[in-house]
């Protein structure tokens, strides 16, 4: 009898792809009901709702870089390198977070000019701020800063934090990401995130220059930096 050789690979892609489209449908139904108890419940219901709703919106995010990272591993992922507002894709990043953010008290301050454009695939960034908006809204007290500037030939995208900032062992790695590192269990951290990132960061690629992800601490807030720049 035949048997078709299936790539386990392509099984889990597909496994993941149904998986992601199942999260999507309860992370828009949670906000729903969200919105409509928002005040008919104590704050601490609320808030317990809210964190769920959150913790969906990182599941289905991370469904879809593990995806994104299955089409970069097969060389099918279609790059669309154009230019681009990166104020309006910063806006457009806000927009997708907006009810999270806005349940949780968390204000968003936005530094971009609006003639800043350059050349990035649009949904890979995009992605790229979502990740780094989800590390930032699980560290933050209640403020968040996202910042878009060109220098010395390079778009530098910023998001900031006024929480405690990173653990000194994970800014001791040069790149600020070690994207070799493994599951830490006590934590649940994969570190995914960072490696979906880093990964999208070193896809634009330019007169031989790469780009890169870093992490730190400062910034206008004191607290975590995400960085990503783009030659």
Not at 108 to 121: A, G, I, R, S
Not at 140 to 152: C, N
Request: charged share 20%; proline share 1%; glycine share 8%.
């Amino acid at each position: 009898m035949y048997t078709e050789d299936i790539s386990f690979a392509d099984v889990m892609a597909s496994s993941v792809h149904d998986m992601k489209n199942s999260v999507s449908v309860q992370v828009h139904e949670l906000e729903s009901i969200a919105a409509q108890i928002k005040e008919k419940v104590d704050g601490t219901a609320f808030q317990s709702l809210v964190s769920v709703i959150a913790q969906a919106q990182r599941v289905d995010a991370n469904l879809i870089q593990l995806l994104s990272l299955y089409k970069f591993g097969k060389s099918i992922y279609p790059l669309d390198i154009a230019e681009h507002s990166v104020a309006e894709v910063i806006s457009e990043a806000i927009l997708h977070k907006s009810s999270v953010l806005a349940f949780k008290g968390i204000s968003v301050e936005v530094d971009c000019k609006d003639d800043c454009y350059w050349y990035f695939d649009r949904d890979l960034i995009t992605g790229v701020l979502l990740n780094a908006m989800n590390n930032a809204y699980n560290y933050t007290q209640d403020k968040i800063r996202i910042v878009g500037s060109v220098k010395d030939s390079l778009l530098t995208l910023r998001v900031e934090d006024n929480g405690r900032g990173y653990p000194t062992r994970m800014l001791q790695d040069h790149d600020g990401v070690d994207s070799k590192k493994g599951v830490n269990f006590s934590s649940g951290s994969t570190g995914l995130g960072f490696y979906f990132s880093s990964r999208v960061a070193q896809l634009h690629q330019n007169q031989g220059q790469s780009g890169s992800l870093t992490i730190e601490n400062g910034g206008a807030y004191g607290g975590g930096c995400f960085v990503v720049r783009l030659p």
